[in-house]
């Protein structure tokens, strides 16, 4: 069974946005991948286009999502379910760092 711990995990800092990848090719996930990012307070989010669907998973903060146009500002416990060839910006709150 694999397992990846959450000391193995691989950091990447993007855009302002701190982001640790975990589940990947690299690590034995054939469909799926799974990260964590970290946006700053205040920090604007880079539009990019998703290739696959996407499920976005708050952990702290209210970061404002913007899909294709259309912006939606999350709370934690809420999942962003992003279509698959959609235009995706994710931005941090104004007062406080975001995690998903």
């Not at 054939?30 to 539009?47: F, Y």
Request: charged share 15%; aromatic share 4%.
């Amino acid at each position: 069974m694999p397992v990846i711990r959450s000391t193995e995990g691989t950091v990447h800092d993007v855009h302002g946005a701190t982001f640790t990848a975990y589940a990947n090719s690299r690590t034995g996930a054939s469909e799926l991948c799974a990260w964590s990012t970290r946006i700053p307070a205040g920090q604007s989010g880079v539009p990019h286009r998703v290739s696959k669907e996407e499920l976005l998973l708050v952990t702290s903060g209210t970061p404002r999502f913007t899909i294709d146009g259309a912006a939606v500002d999350a709370n934690p416990g809420d999942v962003i379910v992003v279509p698959a060839d959609s235009i995706l910006t994710v931005g941090g709150a104004a007062d406080q760092d975001s995690t998903m």
